[in-house]
């Protein structure tokens, strides 16, 4: 079998283990003070006034809609392409989604979607910089200001982005960023919220605060199961880990990918893991990892402006990224003539490449039925999601663009 090479590769810090043995021989594994210094840290890496850490970046999601105090029963609009936990959060907040379609090109929200899924009900937006792509915020903030609604900005995929030379999470009223394994920014899980609002970060502040704290046994359960994950998708044990399984699915016409994610399924009352506080050494794998960040994202980038290069006469249409953004390509996605017949030939020849990351909502069953046609990501489903993370190697970016490139050619010919 040839080496596989995985979709996904975690950005690990060169001290992970010893950070971990270090913390826990002090007592420190859950309690200390390296997490006001990471929040701290963070909130000046992103040019925010205020950060606070959340066990899930989804949980900095739900305390910043409780700190907006935004009427129950009104209406917040969402991409209908995101993952599916943002819209049900808003739901257990006790408001009313509205999908809004995306841009297929950019897969980013497209604002005249979100002007007419405006009602006057309508209190918030949640623009999501899908992929490590800003949304195109000028004319998103141009309606939610006329309007008066609250702009909560979900970089879960996107730390180290800009538009317009500003970094996301502070272009609109308040962002949340995702920590777990695969994000840009991997403490094991965990996420923050950052403000420039001094009451709206007071008021989340207080609700991460009158979580309980998790046991050693559960931040010691969550490191151990993070690092099999990230032991998993490593080059060279991923041959023999998860890619049979995906390998096998190629023939068997079947899909495997729905057993590695999240269950879908209703959050009322919220998982028990939800309801926790963000450890200590949690923060001190995250400031590690923030010296590191920008090395990771600039060889991501790298890889990614190969990709694109050695795709131009492939018959496969690359990313498109507006001049007055920066792409931080969480994913590279990109689209192809017969998509799953690509799919099955890249992954028959060692290529793991995904067809779906994130959940097109209005197609759940989770969120009921008569919503608007959503065209545009409906579009987006059909993109490939390519490996061009950091953990690559340069022959490694050359291989995966020469079996797509191939695999694209053949099936179009």
Known sequence: ?????????????????????????????????????????????????????????????????KALALPAGSEIVIPALTFWVIPELARVAGLKVVFADVDPQTFTLDPDAFARAVTPQTRAVVPTHLYGLPCDMEPILRIARQHKLAVIEDCAHALGAAYRGQPVGTIGDAGFFSFQLLKPLNTYGGGMAVTNDPEIARRVAALAAAEPWPTDDEVAKRLWLGRVQRIAIKPGVFTWSLFPMLWAGSYLQANPDVYLWEKIRPLD???????????????????EGLQHLDAWTCRTVAHANAMTAALAWARVETPAVPGDRTHVYYQYAVYAQLRDEVVKQCIRKGIDVETLHVDVC??????????????????????????????????????IARTLRDSALATAS
């Open 269 to 287: 009352p919220m998982p028990a893991s939800y309801r926790r506080r963000y450890a200590n050494v949690q923060a001190a794998i995250g400031l």
């Open 362 to 399: 209005t197609r759940l069953p989770l969120f009921g039925s008569g919503h608007r046609p959503v065209p545009g990501a409906e579009r987006a489903a059909e993109a490939i999601q390519v490996p061009v993370h950091a953990a690559l190697s340069d022959h490694d970016i050359v291989r």
């Open 1 to 65: 079998m040839l080496t596989a090479i995985s979709r996904y590769g975690a950005r690990i810090i060169p001290n992970t283990e010893e950070t971990i043995a270090a913390l826990r021989q002090r007592g420190a594994l859950v309690q200390g003070p390296l997490i006001a210094e990471f929040e701290r840290a963070f909130a000046a890496k992103v040019s925010a006034r205020h950060a606070v850490a959340a066990s899930y970046g989804r949980m900095a999601f739900y305390y910043l809609l």
